[in-house]
């Protein structure tokens, strides 16, 4: 079982020596590896279950070690790098050979974060490698947002959680990358809105196959972000009437439903902030699945600001 923990010093050594360990970031848990090295990518893949056509975030703690990964930044990427890092955005930037292929998947371009949380900020300064690190929870499955997450799901699996306790985001990162003519575009809705990042640089567009993110060629492959437990999304009221209360959950923004039982009901934010809702949607999402009960109903969020996110991935979660 991995040890939970927030021993600095042996995270660094177990990741120098190709071991994985699950690091914080302010939006989710990370299962993070050594990204110059292969193997411990591999082993990424390996414990995530993940198809490895799927690239993966390099992850670091300073501007100035981006430069030997990349060939070059565009001025967008220069703003956006400056006002939101450490943060929740990821940068798609064309890469250098240093970056193994399987931490793009052979992309040409590479994904390039770095995360705001103190303690992994400590850690990556005492590497000399970045961390490749997807979220850490099992293909497929709902994002971790506290160490006990991560242990519930990978703890058999990886010998260390680094505790940074509950992610202050909730969400993933923002991802965006450039098009052909060098137009800034959004790959994923996250943690920083798309207003937020319109007021720097101008409007931006929203890449087309941002929905679904699941590769084309196989069917097969569950839908990401999801739990067990079949979801629906809509208007939680009329879904009632017609269900009944007693053996549903329900995941709502601001308000109670009385039909339904109070341990089956998880409220994002009574005062209705999107800010708290994002925070705690992937926990609530576990918890309602941890009942299993035979449907979760859930409804759409405001569609601004980290609401775009949120309503993103609750529409994955249901797919
Ligand atoms: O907030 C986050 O971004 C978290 C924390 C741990 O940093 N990480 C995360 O990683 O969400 P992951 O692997 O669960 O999602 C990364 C997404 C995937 O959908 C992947 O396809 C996309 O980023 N991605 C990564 N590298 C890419 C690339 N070179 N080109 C296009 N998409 C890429
Ligand atoms: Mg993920």
Known sequence: MAEIGKDIEKAAVLLASGELVAIPTETVYGLGGNAFDADAVLKIFETKGRPQFNPLIVHTDRVEKISSFIQDMPEEARILAE???????????????????LVTAGNTRVAIRIPDHPLTLQLFAQLSFPVAAPSANPFGYISPTKPAHVADQLGDLIPYI?????????????????????????????GISQ???????????IHEDIMPLRPQASGALRSHYAPRTPMILGDIESLLEKLGGSEVGVLSFSRRYAEVPDTQQQ?????????????????????????????????????????????DRLKRAAE
């Open 83 to 101: 006002k939101f890092w450490p943060g929740p955005l990821t940068l798609l930037l064309p890469r250098n050979e240093i970056i193994p292929d």
């Open 162 to 190: 680094l505790d940074g306790g509950a992610c202050r985001v909730g969400v993933e990162s923002t991802i965006l990358g450039f098009d052909e003519f060098g137009r800034p575009e959004i790959h994923r809705f996250g």
């Open 195 to 205: 207003e937020a990042i319109e007021a720097e640089i101008g409007s931006v567009r």
């Open 267 to 311: 409220v994002l934010s009574e005062v209705g902030d999107l800010r708290e809702a994002a925070q705690g949607l992937f926990g609530a999402m576990r918890y309602l699945d941890g009942l299993n009960l035979k449907l979760i109903l859930a409804e759409r969020l405001p569609d601004h600001g980290l609401g775009r996110a949120i309503n």
